[in-house]
Every structure is written in C-alpha cells, then in structure tokens.
Nanobody, 129 residues
C-alpha cells in the first residue's frame, strides 16, 4: 500500500521559512517522481514543484522560483520542500504526490494533479503576521 505523509506545516510570519517533508512507505521512492501541490480556499490545486525519479530534474511554478527548493533523500524515502521568504499568498494546504514515471520533462513539465496517482493528506501552511 502506497502511503505518503506530509509534515512540517504551521504558522509562520511573512519572510520566514518552513521545510515540509513527505515520507513515503509501502514503496521505494527511488523509482517515483514526486510533486508538491497546494490548494488555497476557493482556488484550484496547483503544482508548486516536482522532481523526477530519473535524474533529479525539477520544475518550479513561477510564483515560487528562487524561494522554494525541492529535494529528495532516497535513503530516507523522503522528499522535502524548503520554503524561504514566505508570503501571505503562500498560505494553503500543501500536498505531496507520487507516480512512477521517470522523466519530468516531456514537452511540458509533468507537474499537474492529473500526472500523479498517489496523494498524501496534506499539511496546512499559514503565512501571517
């Protein structure tokens, strides 16, 4: 059974940092591409960042480029999302997702909800003073 568990969310002031973790169990993360998504109230779920299983290639949404960094530690079966310089508009529930495709870039970045089949339950991130 594929299980993804997010942690690390919370309340942070604007300009602060958080590191989200996505721990996988029931499968070996090495062979899976991973995505971080977020959904704010009244908005659609959007792809924030994704990382491939093949060569570690990455994708970032324009809104987070230069502020967020995705990384993976296959030995710990965990993927991270380091979030710096947080803004109130980053407030959302953050989800990690996994799927067993290898290449992230196939004419477009595979970082849409429909590209991923397994999802965690989400962790709340609130950026507010």
């Amino acid at each position: 059974q594929v299980l993804l568990v997010e942690s690390g969310g919370g309340l942070v002031q604007p300009g602060g940092s958080l590191r989200l973790s996505c721990a996988a169990s029931g499968f070996t993360l090495d062979y899976y591409s991973i995505g971080w998504f977020r959904q704010a109230p009244g908005k659609e779920r959007e792809g924030v960042s994704c990382i491939s299983s093949s060569d570690g290639s990455t994708y970032y949404a324009d809104s987070v480029k230069g502020r967020f960094t995705i990384s993976r530690d296959n030995a710990k079966n965990t993927v991270y999302l380091q979030m710096n310089s947080l803004k109130p508009e980053d407030t959302a529930v953050y989800y990690c997702a996994a799927d067993n495709f290898r290449e992230l870039w196939v004419g477009r970045a595979r970082c849409k909800s429909a590209d991923f089949g397994s999802w965690g339950q989400g962790t709340q991130v609130t950026v507010s003073s």
